[in-house]
């Protein structure tokens, strides 16, 4: 069993940023696949953005440019830096960890970003 848990969430203004951060256990990290996915009231859960344990990154063509993901495996973290917020991204953002084939999910973070 792994345990997911994010931090980081906030209210936000407009192009603001916010960094979030998901901590993962195990020992073997290091080869977990990581991500990122939201979802917005009333809509369905979406993928945000994901990285390798090689370090190859993907994102969303919504968030791509603004958002990075990165990972730092000493602290068995992967990190969501976002930039240039806007009022849709506001969602529950939960990390997501692929180790082998089995999935776990965080209980995810409240993003906000309203004037």
């Known amino acids: 069993q792994v345990q997911v848990v994010e931090s980081g969430g906030g209210l936000v203004q407009p192009g603001g940023s916010l960094r979030l951060s998901c901590a993962a256990s195990?020992?073997?990290?290091?080869?977990?696949?990581m991500g990122w996915y939201r979802q917005a009231p009333g809509r369905s859960r979406e993928w945000v953005s994901t990285?390798?344990?090689?370090?190859?990154?993907g994102y969303a063509d919504s968030v791509k440019g603004r958002f990075t993901i990165s990972r730092d495996n000493a602290k068995n973290t992967v990190y969501l830096e976002m930039n240039s917020l806007k009022p849709e991204d506001t969602a529950v953002y939960y990390c997501?960890?692929?180790?082998?084939?089995?999935?776990?999910w965080g209980q995810g973070t409240q993003v906000t970003v309203s004037s």
């Open positions: 195990g020992s073997i990290f290091s080869s977990y696949y």
């Open positions: 997501w960890v692929k180790r082998g084939i089995d999935q776990y």
């Open positions: 990285i390798s344990s090689t370090y190859t990154t």
